[in-house]
């Protein structure tokens, strides 16, 4: 029987992969097959596919049957393409091993260059080259990178030798020692990996190889990966591809470059080729943020012939993959190589801008294909704040930085990621300052307000991090230094030690003393253009949870087609408003509560008034009062003893009374539908406050479509209980106004007996709406409030996937959404269902509410714009399916 095909060729204008096979090759894997097949300039290599990943890891760092055979084989192609012998003495073929999944993770894996290189081969590539200087210097970083990346020692060590050398012989640059240092520091090398392994570094090409090979697969699993993926909710891939690539090189000399460049700016997303390049060097120096790399339009200066052949290149990428690429390239002795392309990250302001432009450009004819340029994380990285230009005086200004990553951060001072974490567990804003990022630090910038880094480009790791997660980055900023060791960083006279409030601009590259206000950000045009086109293509409702006037305003600012839940019990707790309220509470009798809740009547009718008002046209869903009483009462002593004088009872009285109301497991108790069934006159004072406001504005000429929403209902006989205490209101008010406003009652699905029985509940109501953060709780039994006691670790430990209170639990909860649907369609085929937890605004959550048949999502104001591409986009993916 012949192997299963794990290994994928390409290069010579040919590939056996192309751009579709992403999750089997990987995105890097995929697009240099692509690249190959369309006759770009690709050195050759193969791939071995993310399906070994997923074996490898199964099976504690086996390979498959027939892998090696695989790999061996595709060696061989290379060596037929690059005409040199893997292994070879005088004249070798030396590869990159690069990591490569089907979704981008900057700098999460792992990469090593110049595999290949031994005693005796890197003599031969000295002489095969005229060029003893390069050859060991290609030679000294793959035993660091070999070292640091296979065998796990500590990259520092490698830097602190190479530092001691540069001072011994007065260098500041690596370019500045010459060959008798590089072969010195060879030697010093391996003395490093032999004191750090016990073993003399591997000459075997091969076994260079394999190993390679394997810590690829294994930087898969990763504590960096794991939690680069935890972070953006990156699931269902098997694992990395890797990728084996024939070397070109950047180092050999002053005709040699090596770089990264956009094909457009990734910051606001003006069509220029914008990127970073260094003479003389190899790719991860670029990228490392080591050197301070020039600007790509200085190449034009100096290689004029290959940036000319860049440009062409780069029009070609986008033009082929209609999208913003991000390139990767080396130039050796004239000669243009591209090393990969893939969608480049970009802020939220780019991604709009490019999706815009590229339609008015023509290179993007259907407005459905261009929505997915744009991510609901893109839209909301353009409702965070700017800081206020009126406040910043060049006195202020600290220090200067590249505009890595836009928008505002204030926050403390922190020099470690592990600080930053700490600090953002207790709640506190963090700027996190560091010389340059590495992999390690993504879970500290992840926790950080903002990064500010002293070294490093705008291609550097914490500016490609910073941009594709939306956080505000200041870049290179060289004119503060930084000192780890004493906590603190300084701008001549200036000293800023850890704790201490800085802000930063990442739109202008700033660093400023002090917390800064910020202000509101505006929205462009573009923004505008592209919501229409998204709202074109969608055809599920977003509405909004609110609560307030001012809340319901700015929802509908921003797109909400009305109100999908409005809490009712954030109503009572103004000055005048909770003392009423908590008459009511303490009442002995029906009576005596009636009189109390007369009281709250026109602050409620008031209420209504103003969001039906803000909401005048659109569906409005007021959910009656739902929490346990004893929550509008005072916990303190001083509170009790205030409250007791001014209901004129004994405090004696009062504390007893408190206690009697206080619940073992509020949760599950005296709250919801179960108030208004033991205490009727709640349920209708809410009633008659929100038909009279209705009136009143219907009165004035202005529309209104209340709904009334009975919550915590788990059985039907609850649901008609309350049904007719609203009806029967309705009618007196009705009499009373001489005039009537249509008026829907229906019931919040939160109690998993209540999917159980939809389709009776459904016999009677007139509209579902899913409270899915209730429904999690009880679904799960996990206290919401208390989960972050475990949660963390579940997560870590990979018993749950995601944090079931953001990301909607489609195999339990969802299953619950998806039968209690269907039950009441069944019974009543056009009753109108929605979802109004908090996972409404979760992209993931929307795809499945919308393949489910819902209605509506309903989420916070600012997540709206968040959830009206997310809707749109699951029709686009359900119509792909199609």
């Keep these: 029987m012949k192997p299963k095909k794990y290994v994928y060729t390409f290069g010579g204008g040919k590939a056996e992969g192309d751009k579709s096979m992403k999750n089997l090759l990987g995105g890097k894997g995929a697009n240099l097959a692509e690249m190959s097949a369309i006759d770009l300039p690709i050195p050759p290599g193969f791939t071995l596919s993310a399906e070994i990943c997923d074996y490898y890891n199964t099976y504690n760092g086996e390979w498959p049957v027939g892998l090696e055979e695989q790999v061996q084989e595709s060696v061989r192609h290379v060596e037929g393409l690059m005409d040199l012998s893997f292994g070879d003495a005088s004249d070798p073929l030396l590869v990159s091993v690069r990591s490569g999944a089907a979704i981008s993770m900057p700098g999460m894996m792992d990469t090593v260059l110049n595999l290949g290189l031994n005693d005796q081969s890197v003599q031969g590539l000295a002489q095969k080259t005229n060029n003893e200087r390069f050859a060991y210097d290609c030679y000294r970083r793959f035993i660091d990178m070999f070292g640091n990346v296979v065998m796990g020692i500590n990259h520092e060590e490698f830097e602190e030798v190479l530092q001691k050398l540069k001072d011994e012989h007065g260098a500041d640059l690596d370019t500045e020692l010459g060959v008798e240092e590089l072969k010195e520091l060879v030697d010093r090398y391996q003395t490093v990996y032999r004191e750090n392994t016990g073993d003399h570094f591997p000459q075997d090409p091969n076994k260079q190889l394999h190993l390679a090979i394997d810590a690829v697969f294994g930087s898969w699993s990763s504590k960096r990966a794991q939690t680069y993926r935890k972070i953006n909710r990156i699931t269902g891939l098997l694992g990395t591809a890797v990728n084996v690539q024939a070397m070109v090189y950047g180092n050999m000399g002053q005709d040699c470059a090596t770089g990264v460049c956009f094909t457009r700016n990734p910051a606001d997303g003006t069509k220029e080729l914008y990127g970073e390049f260094l003479v ?28 000319e052949e860049l440009l062409e290149v780069t029009e070609k990428l986008e033009q082929h993959y209609q999208d913003m690429q991000d390139i990767e390239f080396t130039i050796q002795q004239g000669t243009l190589y591209i090393l990969q392309t ?41 409702l965070h704040p700017q800081l206020s230009q009126s406040d910043i005086d060049n006195d202020s200004i600290i220090g200067h930085g590249l505009p890595a990553s836009p928008g505002a951060a204030v926050g403390k001072v922190v020099f470690s990621s592990e600080k930053a974490e700490q600090e953002h567990k207790k709640g506190e804003p963090v700027i996190l300052v560091r010389i340059e990022t590495s992999p390690e630090d993504v879970g500290g910038m992840s926790a950080a307000e903002g990064i500010l880094t002293s070294r490093g480009g705008m291609t550097s790791h914490a500016a ?26 300084k701008n001549g006279s200036t000293v800023i030690r850890e704790g201490d409030w800085i802000s930063i601009d990442g739109a202008r590259g700033i660093v400023i003393k ?19 086109w998204v709202d074109d293509i969608r055809d599920m409702e977003v509405r909004t949870n609110a609560d307030t006037p001012e809340d319901a305003t700015k929802a509908r600012e921003f797109g909400a087609e009305g109100i999908g839940l409005a809490r009712t019990e954030h109503m009572f707790f103004g000055e005048e408003r909770i003392k009423e309220m908590r008459r009511m509470i303490l009442s002995e009798s029906s009576e005596e509560r009636k009189k109390a809740l007369q009281g709250l009547l026109p602050y409620q009718r008031e209420d209504f008034i103003e969001i039906f008002g803000a909401m005048e046209g659109l569906p409005v869903t007021v959910r009656l009062l739902d929490p346990p009483l004893h929550e509008f009462l005072p916990d303190e002593e001083p509170e009790i003893k205030a409250l007791a004088r001014e209901l004129d009872i004994a405090v004696q009285e009062l504390r007893q009374k408190i206690r009697m109301l206080r619940e073992f497991n509020p949760m599950l108790g005296h709250r919801g539908c179960r108030l208004g069934i033991t205490y009727p006159e709640i349920t209708e004072m809410q009633t008659r406050a929100i038909l009279q406001a209705a009136i009143k504005l219907k009165k004035e000429g202005r529309h209104v479509e209340p709904e009334l929403m009975i919550p915590l209902v788990g059985t039907s006989e609850e649901f008609i209980h309350q049904h007719e205490v609203i009806d029967h209101v309705a009618l007196q008010v009705f009499e009373e106004e001489q005039e009537t406003v249509d008026y829907k009652v229906g019931t919040m699905i939160e109690v998993p007996r209540a999917a159980l029985v939809a389709d009776k509940i459904a016999e009677e109501a007139e509209f579902f709406s899913f409270g899915t953060n209730d429904l999690t709780q009880m679904t799960f039994g996990y206290s919401r409030d208390d989960a972050g006691k475990f949660l963390e670790s579940y997560l870590q430990e990979g018993i749950l996937e995601n944090d079931p209170f953001q990301v909607l639990d489609e195999e339990g909860v969802g299953s619950l959404v998806r039968m209690a649907t269907e039950k009441a369609h069944s019974v009543k085929r056009n009753l109108k269902v929605g979802i109004c937890g908090e996972h409404g605004g979760d992209p993931v959550s929307v795809r499945f509410c919308y393949n489910l048949g819902l209605n509506y999502v309903s989420c916070s104001p600012y997540r709206v714009p968040v959830a009206r591409l997310a809707a749109a986009q699951a029709r686009l993916s359900a119509v792909g399916r199609h």
């Design 464 to 489: 490609v991090v910073a941009r594709g997660w939306g956080k505000p980055c200041v870049a290179g900023c060289d004119d503060i230094v930084i000192n780890y060791q004493k906590q603190l960083f």
């Design 342 to 382: 893939r969608n480049g990250k970009r802020t939220g302001t780019a991604a709009l801008k490019i999706a815009t432009d590229m339609v008015e450009e023509g290179l993007i004819s259907r407005k459905g294909a261009v929505l997915n340029l744009v991510e609901p994380r893109h839209l909301d990285q353009l």
């Design 280 to 307: 003389n060097a190899q790719g991860e120096d670029v990228v490392a943020g080591i050197r301070t790399p020039r600007n790509i339009n200085e190449l034009q200066a100096d290689m004029s012939q290959s940036y």
């Design 514 to 532: 002090g917390r800064k206000p910020v202000e509101e950000p505006s929205f462009s045009d573009n923004y505008h253009t592209f919501m229409s």
